[in-house]
């Protein structure tokens, strides 16, 4: 499943992210990964989550190279069962407009590894037109 937090820049999106990442680290038998686009403050996720960051991977300038990166993170590790995307407007020129897309490319990966997907956005839901509902879950 895909599962979006929406809400403006400042309204507590990474916090929330980080809360459910911890959580799920404690709760799943898998692994968890949170990615996120820079190296700033994250001391708060468990030791437990490998914790990635896109500011390391530059190259990585568009989706079908962001989901060729997912699917290589899975293919080196079955064991990932949860993965977090912070801030994916700042992540290889993802923006509103390719959204729907890449939610639809994000569905078709979790059904086919198993993998559950927690991605926040700073948007309003209303701001994500042609998003297919039943592809996602809004967790606000």
Do not use: W
């Not at 400042?10 to 911890?22: D, F, V």
């Not at 038998?29 to 530059?58: A, Q």
């Amino acid at each position: 499943m895909v599962y979006l937090l929406t809400g403006p820049k400042g309204s507590g999106k990474t916090q929330q992210m980080i809360e459910l990442a911890n959580q799920q680290a404690k709760a799943c038998n898998g692994n968890v990964v949170f990615i996120k686009n820079s190296h700033r403050e994250t001391r708060s996720v468990s030791f437990d989550i490998r914790v990635v960051c896109m500011d390391d991977y530059k190259a990585i300038t568009n989706i079908d190279e962001y989901i060729g990166f997912l699917y290589g993170m899975y293919s080196s590790n079955h064991d990932v069962e949860c993965v977090f995307i912070d801030g994916i407007l700042k992540h290889a020129n993802i923006n509103l407009d390719s959204m729907p897309r890449f939610i639809h490319r994000l569905a078709k990966i979790s059904n086919q590894c198993d993998i559950d997907f927690y991605v926040s956005i700073s948007a309003k839901p209303e701001e994500l037109q042609g998003v297919d509902a039943e592809e996602c879950k809004f967790l606000n």
